[in-house]
C-alpha cells in the first residue's frame, strides 16, 4: 500500500510505473477500469503520449467489463467512456483494444472474452479501480477467486453509485459482463487506485479484514505482486 498527498500524484507516480513497462515490452497487455478514478491516470498518460513520446501502437488493452443493454452507440457505456478519456488521446491501434461484445449472446460472449484473453497471453498489468462495496471489475460480493468473465448481475449499491451517471436508478442496466477474479489474479501484476473518503471503509475492509468474497478486493491480497495506491482521504481507516 502507498499512500499519495493526492490523486494526481498516485496517478503520476502509476503513469510513470506504465511507460517504463511499455517501453521495456511495447506489445504490453493492460487491463483498464472505467469509472471517475482512474481518469487523472488516463490524463497523464496521455500528456507522457503528447509531449513524450510514449507510444501504445503496439500495446494491447483488455477493458474490465461493459453494462448489458445499452446500444452499441450509447455514451454511458464504457466504451464510450474509454474513447473519450484515454483511446481518443493516445495511440491504440483498435484491433488492439478489446471489450466484452455486449451484442451477441451474453453468455457465450463473456467465455469468448476469457478466451481472447487467454490467447493472447493473460495481462501483463491489470489496473483496477475498487467499488465501495468492494467489488473489482463488475466482481460483485460473492464472487470467488476461480471466477471467470461471465454475465453478473450488478448490486443493488453499485447501481445506486451509477445513478447519476445515467440520469436516474430505473436508466441503470442491471447486468454486465465482466472479467472474473481469475483472469485478475493470473495478471502479473495488479495496481488498485482508491481515493476519497468514501473507499476508506472499503480500503479497510479489503486489507485489514480476514479476505472473504464478501469483499471481492480482498481475495487479491494472495497476489505477488500487487500494489494499491491510495490519497488521504482514502487511507484514512488504515493505521498511520
Ligand atoms: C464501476 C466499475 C469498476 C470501478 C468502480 C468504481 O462500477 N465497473 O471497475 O472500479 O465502479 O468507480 P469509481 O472509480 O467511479 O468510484
Same mark, same amino acid.
Given at each position: 500500500m502507498e499512500r499519495f498527498s493526492s490523486p494526481e500524484a498516485a496517478c503520476r507516480s502509476l503513469a510513470l510505473e506504465i511507460a517504463a513497462l511499455v517501453r521495456e515490452k511495447p506489445d504490453a497487455r493492460l487491463g483498464l477500469p472505467t469509472g471517475r478514478t482512474p481518469i487523472p491516470l488516463y490524463r497523464e498518460l496521455a500528456r507522457l503520449h503528447r509531449?513524450? &513520446? *510514449?507510444?501504445?501502437?503496439?500495446a494491447c488493452s483488455f477493458n474490465l467489463d461493459e453494462y448489458l443493454g445499452l446500444a452499441a452507440d450509447d455514451a454511458r457505456s464504457f466504451r464510450a467512456f474509454m474513447r473519450e478519456h484515454f483511446f481518443a488521446q493516445v495511440d491504440f491501434e483498435p484491433r488492439n483494444v478489446h471489450f466484452?461484445?455486449?451484442?451477441?449472446e451474453p453468455e457465450r460472449e463473456a467465455r469468448a472474452y476469457a478466451q481472447e484473453l487467454r490467447a493472447a497471453g493473460g495481462l501483463d498489468l491489470a489496473l483496477l479501480g475498487l467499488g465501495?462495496?468492494?467489488?473489482?471489475?463488475?466482481?460483485?460480493?460473492?464472487?470467488?477467486?476461480?471466477?471467470?468473465?461471465r454475465v453478473v448481475e450488478l448490486a443493488d449499491q453499485t447501481r445506486a453509485d451509477a445513478a447519476v451517471a445515467f440520469g &436516474? *436508478?430505473?436508466?441503470?442496466?442491471?447486468r454486465a459482463i465482466t472479467l472474473g477474479l481469475a483472469e485478475i489474479l493470473e495478471a502479473r501484476a495488479i495496481r488498485m487506485l482508491a481515493f476519497g473518503a468514501a473507499k476508506s471503509e472499503v480500503v479497510r475492509r479489503m486489507l485489514l479484514e480476514p479476505a472473504s468474497q464478501a469483499c471481492p478486493a480482498s481475495l487479491l491480497r494472495g497476489h505477488a505482486d500487487l500494489a494499491l495506491l491510495l490519497d488521504e482521504g482514502a487511507s484514512t481507516g488504515l493505521p498511520r
Open positions: 509531449e513524450e &513520446g *510514449l507510444s501504445f501502437a503496439r466484452p461484445n455486449v451484442a451477441g465501495r462495496n468492494g467489488h473489482v471489475g463488475f466482481n460483485e460480493p460473492g464472487s470467488g477467486r476461480d471466477s471467470s468473465a &436516474g *436508478l430505473a436508466n441503470v442496466p442491471v
